[in-house]
């Protein structure tokens, strides 16, 4: 059964890094085109960041540009989100999903983690 | 970035009527909808994908329909487990970007 992980949330000041992981079982992550989505607290879900599973070519919501990085270690079937030069705003619930892609077909989000949480305060 | 506007943006309904939920697209897109349910505590689930097409092990309750800027989640007969927040989302082109979320009440 497929499952993905995610871990390293936590509490930190504003400026500071984070590195989330998110570990997957049952299928490749280079199979897949890998997400990260954000919620802060009391609002809607947001898109944050990708790597597709051709060429392994990333894409970021403007916000988080120049500050977060997504990686993937196929090794350890694992994808990251580096996130350097926190703030407040960056405060959320980080879910990470996998998506199928054809193309331009995509087939959605299937599989997503319990998430974790990343508290940005001073 | 594409702005995707859902409404309502709540919606107060009973165990058995018929909803419908709109995104409607700041260009076309073709038809590069999925739609998520969340629920508090739990990981969002997927319903439909390519604005149409029901994910397995989603009720055939609910539906999907629309193409270039568009689209409708309909569910056909509401049951007390469909009470839950609900987003439209764009794959079509980066950044993906979802709506602001429906948030579905028992009346």
């Known amino acids: 059964q497929a499952q993905v992980e995610e871990s390293g949330g936590g509490v930190v000041q504003p400026g500071r890094s984070l590195r989330l992981s998110c570990a997957a079982s049952g299928f490749t992550v280079y199979s897949y085109d890998m997400h990260w989505v954000r919620q802060a607290p009391g609002k809607g879900l947001e898109w944050v960041a990708d790597v597709s599973h051709h060429g392994g070519s990333t894409n970021y919501v403007d916000s988080v540009k120049g500050r977060f990085t997504i990686s993937r270690d196929d090794s350890k079937n694992t994808v990251f989100l580096h996130m350097n030069g926190l703030i407040p705003e960056d405060t959320a619930v980080y879910y990470c999903?996998?998506?199928?892609?054809?193309?331009?077909?995509?087939?959605?989000?299937?599989?997503w983690g319990q998430g974790t949480t990343v508290t940005v305060s001073s | 970035a594409i702005q995707m506007t859902q409404s309502p943006s709540s919606l107060s309904a009973s165990v058995g009527d018929r909803i419908t939920i709109t995104c409607r697209a700041s260009q076309a897109i073709r038809n590069n909808v999925a739609w998520y349910q969340l629920k508090p505590g739990k990981a969002p689930k997927l319903l439909i994908y390519a604005a149409s097409n029901l994910q397995s092990g989603a009720p055939s309750r609910f539906s999907g329909r629309g193409s270039a800027r568009d689209f409708t989640l309909t569910i056909s007969s509401l049951q007390p487990e469909d009470f839950a927040t609900y987003y439209c989302l764009q794959d079509y082109i980066h950044p993906h970007t979802f709506g602001q979320g429906t948030k579905l009440e028992i009346k």
């Open positions: 999903a996998r998506l199928y892609s054809e193309g331009d077909y995509f087939y959605g989000m299937d599989v």
